[in-house]
Every structure is written in structure tokens, then in C-alpha cells.
């Protein structure tokens, strides 16, 4: 089956830097989606980014298809950008279900 | 912007009762699926729900676990005999269907489960 992997597993930042979050996948890119588990467990999603890159606000990503990767920028980080990120892929369509692997997650940590 | 919303947030319930948890899709949504993460773990997938019936289930969602859509309206995961090793967070997600690019899951805020 699919594998995700997600790096790094935890991070710590001051406010105001920036990183980047990696997601590889071990099978070709069909969907993928990235999401914000903030400190109440919610699940927000934040892109829906099969290939090439979007913004939105602090936060763009780009997903490298043919690379099996996809990254998460976040810039000038604050403290309510803190919890776990995920990104999840598809299984290929056609399948009977089209449900989403996760990866592991990446916890965050802004500190002020 | 529209939302799966779930109930109850929070349920705290002895080992071997039955519980009953309820989601309610986005009305135009066709596929619906439950998932579940035991604390400090990812998300894991239980099963999905397409035309009234499962499509697919995975390894956890054993004979104990039951999903129904009664009225329509509202998508229902049962645990009959709960064991402490359902304490987890429940999320249910749906998502329009086609190939399009707008076939994004969209998830609930979750319910948490405890059984003691």
C-alpha cells in the first residue's frame, strides 16, 4: 500500500521564522492534502495541492509529482500556527474507495 | 462554508456499552468514511460508506463497529462491545465525489471517546 513519511517529526520555532515540512510518498500523486490538527484535535484542511504550488496567506505548498514529494511552507510563524501538520494522498482512483493515507505528522511548536 | 458536524464532542463510557457515534455530512456529499487516531498517533482509516453501503473497511473496523445512514441525513458509527483500546478520536469526512479537483475530504471537529 501507500506510504507516507513526513519530516521532520517535531520542530520548535520562535515567532517569526519560517520552515518548511516534507511529505514523500511512495506511490505516484493522486490527491493530496495537507492539514492542521490545532491543540483541540480539529483537522483543518489547508491545501488540496495534487501538483504544483499554492498560497494562501503565510502558507504555500508545492507537491514535485513526478519526485513523489510535496513540501509546506510557513512563513513568519506565530504561536497559533503550533500543533500537527499532515499531509495525506489518495489511493489511485479507481480503487474502491479513494481514502486518504496520513503520514505521521510533523508537531509544531512556536514559541513566543 | 459548509461543515460535517459531529456528535457528541466528548463521551466518556464503561468498557462493554455501546456507543453511538453521529456525523452529519455537507448536503450535496455522496461518499462518507470514519477515522480514528489513538492519542499522540496519525489518522487511521476505519471504513467508507458509498450508495448506502460500505465500500471498503480496514483492519480495525472489526465485527463491533457498524456504520449506518438511518434517515439520510445523519452517518452513524457504532462500537457495540467498547474496549479500552477504542479510547480514540473519531472523525468522520466526506466528500462530493467525481474526478474533479474540487473532491477534497472534508473532515468533522471529531468526537472523543474514553472508555474506562
Known amino acids: 500500500g501507500i506510504q507516507v513519511e513526513q519530516s521532520p517529526p517535531d520542530l520548535i520555532l520562535q515567532e517569526g521564522a519560517n520552515s518548511t515540512l516534507r511529505c514523500n510518498f511512495s506511490d505516484s500523486v493522486n490527491n493530496l492534502q495537507w492539514f492542521h490538527q490545532n491543540p483541540w484535535g480539529q483537522l483543518i484542511n489547508l491545501f488540496y495541492?495534487?501538483?504544483g504550488t499554492k498560497q494562501n496567506g503565510r502558507l504555500s505548498a508545492t507537491t514535485v509529482a513526478t519526485e513523489r514529494y510535496s513540501l509546506l511552507y510557513i512563513s513568519s510563524s506565530q504561536t497559533t500556527d503550533s500543533g500537527v501538520y499532515f499531509c495525506a494522498e489518495r489511493t489511485p482512483y479507481g480503487g474502491a474507495t479513494n481514502k486518504l493515507i496520513f503520514g505521521t505528522g510533523t508537531l509544531l511548536a512556536v514559541q513566543p | 462554508e459548509p461543515e460535517v458536524t459531529q456528535t457528541p464532542s466528548h463521551q466518556v463510557t464503561q468498557m462493554g456499552q455501546e456507543v453511538i457515534l453521529r456525523c452529519v455530512p455537507i448536503?450535496?456529499?455522496?461518499?462518507f468514511y470514519w477515522y480514528r487516531q489513538i492519542l499522540g498517533q496519525k489518522v487511521e482509516f476505519l471504513v467508507s460508506?458509498?450508495?448506502?453501503?460500505?465500500?471498503?473497511k480496514s483492519e480495525i473496523f472489526d465485527d463491533q463497529f457498524s456504520v449506518e445512514r438511518p434517515d439520510g441525513s445523519n452517518f452513524t458509527l457504532k462500537i457495540r462491545s467498547t474496549k479500552l483500546e477504542d479510547s480514540a478520536m473519531y472523525f468522520c469526512?466526506?466528500?462530493?465525489?467525481?474526478?474533479?479537483?474540487?473532491?477534497?475530504?472534508?473532515f468533522g471537529a471529531g468526537s472523543r471517546l474514553t472508555v474506562l
Open positions: 448536503s450535496n456529499h455522496l461518499y
Open positions: 460508506f458509498y450508495n448506502n453501503e460500505i465500500s471498503e
Open positions: 469526512a466526506t466528500r462530493t465525489g467525481g474526478i474533479s479537483g474540487a473532491n477534497v475530504l472534508t
Open positions: 495541492i495534487p501538483s
